[in-house]
C-alpha cells in the first residue's frame, strides 16, 4: 500500500478491529460429558450476521490532516477507516438432576453479529463535491466498501459451520457457580471467533491491496486533470 512518486496523491484503506464480547471470571468449561448431566436432546442453534457498512463521507479534512490519519501512507488525498467489531452472546440452560440435585449448564444458543459501526472515507478537501477528482477519490474508496461487504458476505457460511463445529465440542458441565461455568464457555467461543478474524481478516487485506496498486492509482489520476 506504501507508494513512491513525487507530486502523486494517492487512496487508502486502513482497517482496524475491535470487539465487543462480555468476559468474566473464566473455569474449565469444557471436556467428556460428566455421569452427572445427561446428554443434550437437540443441538445447540447457532446463528451468524453480518450488518453491511454504509460508510460515513467526511470530506471536511485537510491533505495533511488525512496523511496523518494514514501514519505511513504517501500523500493520501482519500482513505477509508473501517474497524470490524463482533458481538458474541450465548443462552444456556440449567437443570438440577439426580438425588444430589447437581445443576448441569447446558450451552442452547450462540449468537455472533459481525459489523463495521463507524466506517469513514475521508475525501481531502481541496477537492470540490461534484468534481472529477473528488468523484474519482469516492470511487476508489467506495470500492474498498465493497470489498469489506462482499467479503464478509461470502465468509458467512464458513461461520456457520465452525460455530456449529465448536458447539457440538462443548458438553453439559456440572458447576456449584453457573455464572462462572457460563463465563467460561463463553471465553471459550470466544477465542476461536479471535482466531478466525485474525485468519479472516488477512485474506480481506490482500484483497484490499489488489486496488491499491501504481497501476490502479495511475488509471484513477488520469481520469482526472486538477490534482
Known amino acids: 500500500m506504501n507508494t513512491t512518486g513525487k507530486g502523486c496523491w494517492w487512496f487508502f484503506w486502513l482497517m482496524t478491529v475491535g470487539a465487543v464480547v462480555p468476559i468474566g471470571p473464566i473455569q474449565a468449561a469444557t471436556g467428556s460429558e ?13 446463528e451468524v450476521r453480518f450488518d453491511s457498512a454504509n460508510p460515513f463521507i467526511d470530506d471536511s ?3 495533511a490532516w488525512i496523511q496523518n490519519k494514514a501514519r505511513q501512507l504517501h500523500h493520501p488525498v482519500g482513505l477509508t477507516e473501517s474497524r470490524l467489531a463482533h458481538t458474541l452472546t450465548a443462552h444456556f440452560e440449567i437443570r438440577s438432576t439426580g438425588k444430589t440435585q447437581t445443576r448441569c449448564i447446558y450451552l442452547k444458543s450462540i449468537s455472533l453479529i459481525l ?3 463507524s466506517i469513514k472515507i475521508y475525501i481531502a478537501n481541496a477537492y470540490q463535491a461534484g468534481s472529477c477528482e473528488y468523484q474519482a477519490i469516492h470511487r476508489h474508496e467506495v470500492e474498498h466498501v465493497r470489498i469489506i461487504n462482499g467479503h464478509q458476505e461470502r465468509s458467512l457460511p464458513q461461520w ?3 460455530l456449529q463445529a465448536l458447539a457440538r465440542t462443548i458438553r453439559p458441565l456440572p458447576s456449584n457457580n ?4 457460563q463465563q467460561g464457555i463463553l471465553q ?3 477465542q476461536a471467533v479471535r482466531k478466525e478474524i485474525q485468519r479472516s481478516e488477512k485474506i480481506l487485506k490482500a484483497q484490499q491491496a489488489a486496488i491499491d496498486t501504481t497501476q490502479s492509482y495511475a488509471k484513477v489520476q488520469a481520469s482526472c486533470r486538477q490534482w
Open 34 to 46: 460428566s455421569p452427572a448431566c445427561p446428554a443434550a436432546e437437540t443441538p445447540v442453534n447457532v
Open 61 to 63: 479534512r485537510s491533505r
Open 115 to 117: 459489523g463495521y459501526p
Open 160 to 162: 456457520q459451520s465452525q
Open 178 to 181: 453457573p455464572q462462572q461455568a
Open 188 to 190: 471459550k467461543l470466544d
